[in-house]
């Protein structure tokens, strides 16, 4: 889901952390993403990465019921 709401400037994604303990409710994980966004003609802005993020928390949320706790 993640790299497919993430389009063509989401150059990789990597599981960084996989946390189950006190902080997280019974039978929950937390995961840990790097996203790593890149165009290769030009340099993108805050905004750009933004808007990409947020679609895809919304579609983590959507299908998978994703809670973000950033």
Not at 25 to 31: A, T, V
Not at 49 to 56: R, T
Not at 60 to 66: A, H, N, P
């Amino acid at each position: 889901l993640i790299r497919a709401r993430g389009g063509a400037l989401l150059e990789s994604v990597e599981l960084f952390d996989l946390y189950r303990g006190e902080r997280v409710e019974q039978g929950k994980r937390s995961l840990a993403y790097r996203l790593r966004f890149r165009s290769p003609d030009r340099t993108l802005k805050d905004k750009q990465v933004d808007k990409a993020v947020a679609g895809i928390l919304a579609r983590l949320k959507e299908e998978l019921s994703v809670e973000h706790r950033g």
